[in-house]
């Protein structure tokens, strides 16, 4: 059974960067999988950041794309996700998920528990 | 505003059937991507329900069913039970912003 489970700061300043590191248990971050972020301000609905493949190869959200990098750790079992810039907007749970099929808008079949960040000073 | 249209609000009282539906364009449903169902119970993640239109996780219940037709999909839920009661979400590809993309959600009331 796969697992995803986020980690980092829960409070980031404005105009600062926001990092968060998803670690995958159960399963090969190297398998046939896309690995992604999605994230859902308070109250709000979903929105889909980017998502990344072992290879390094990377999509993002084109109202995202000048602010979002996502990364791989092959050694760590582990992706990144950074967002620059920030402010009050950004505030939002943010999961991990894992990209069922290596098709464009696959579903996510596993998700992590979603960690809460603020931007604020 | 998102790109798929969702209902803000559904609701029905036990054992009825009710159904949420997403409605897009050309450059998503519309152009033939599939549509996914997720169910978000209050503070946690979605949970896959629907994924390629009609398709069923294992122990996803057959209560659930999913439907796609032109520019639009349906979710079906019959039977209801208080434990349906939460959000849920559909998501599909868009062509145009070549971006994954999801309703804005529905929350479903159980009476």
């Given at each position: 059974?796969?697992?995803?489970?986020?980690s980092?700061p829960g409070?980031?300043?404005p105009?600062g960067?926001?990092?968060?590191?998803?670690?995958?248990?159960?399963?090969?971050?190297?398998?046939?999988?896309?690995?992604?972020?999605?994230r859902?301000?308070?109250?709000?609905?979903?929105?889909?950041?980017?998502?990344?493949?072992?290879?390094?190869?990377?999509?993002?959200?084109?109202?995202?794309?000048?602010?979002?990098?996502?990364?791989?750790?092959k050694?760590?079992?582990?992706?990144?996700?950074?967002?620059?810039?920030?402010?009050?907007?950004?505030?939002?749970?943010y999961?991990?998920a894992?990209?069922?099929?290596?098709?464009?808008?696959?579903?996510?079949d596993?998700?992590?528990?979603?960690?809460?960040v603020?931007?604020?000073? | 505003?998102?790109?798929?249209?969702?209902?803000p609000?559904?609701?029905?009282?036990?054992?009825?059937?009710?159904?949420?539906s997403?409605?897009?364009s050309?450059?998503?449903?519309?152009?033939?991507?599939?549509?996914?169902?997720?169910?978000?119970?209050?503070?946690?993640?979605p949970?896959?329900?629907?994924?390629?239109?009609?398709?069923?996780?294992s122990?996803?219940?057959?209560r659930?069913?999913?439907s796609?037709?032109?520019?639009?999909?349906?979710?079906?839920?019959?039977?209801?039970?208080?434990?349906?009661?939460?959000?849920?979400?559909?998501?599909?590809?868009?062509?145009?912003?070549?971006?994954?993309?999801?309703?804005?959600?529905?929350?479903?009331?159980?009476?």
């Amino acid at each position: 059974q796969v697992q995803l489970q986020e980690s980092g700061p829960g409070l980031v300043n404005p105009s600062g960067t926001l990092s968060l590191t998803c670690a995958v248990s159960g399963g090969s971050i190297t398998s046939s999988k896309w690995w992604s972020w999605v994230r859902q301000p308070p109250g709000k609905g979903l929105e889909w950041i980017g998502e990344i493949y072992h290879s390094g190869n990377t999509n993002y959200n084109p109202s995202l794309k000048s602010r979002v990098t996502i990364s791989v750790d092959k050694s760590k079992n582990q992706f990144s996700l950074k967002l620059s810039s920030v402010t009050a907007a950004d505030t939002a749970v943010y999961y991990c998920a894992r990209v069922a099929q290596a098709v464009a808008g696959s579903q996510f079949d596993y998700w992590g528990q979603g960690t809460l960040v603020t931007v604020s000073s | 505003q998102s790109v798929l249209t969702q209902p803000p609000s559904v609701s029905g009282a036990p054992g009825q059937r009710v159904t949420i539906s997403c409605t897009g364009s050309s450059s998503n449903i519309g152009a033939g991507s599939d549509v996914h169902w997720y169910q978000q119970l209050p503070g946690t993640a979605p949970k896959l329900l629907i994924y390629v239109n009609t398709n069923r996780p294992s122990g996803v219940a057959d209560r659930f069913s999913g439907s796609r037709s032109g520019t639009s999909a349906s979710l079906a839920i019959s039977g209801l039970q208080a434990e349906d009661e939460a959000d849920y979400y559909c998501q599909s590809y868009d062509t145009s912003l070549s971006a994954c993309v999801f309703g804005g959600g529905t929350k479903l009331t159980v009476l």
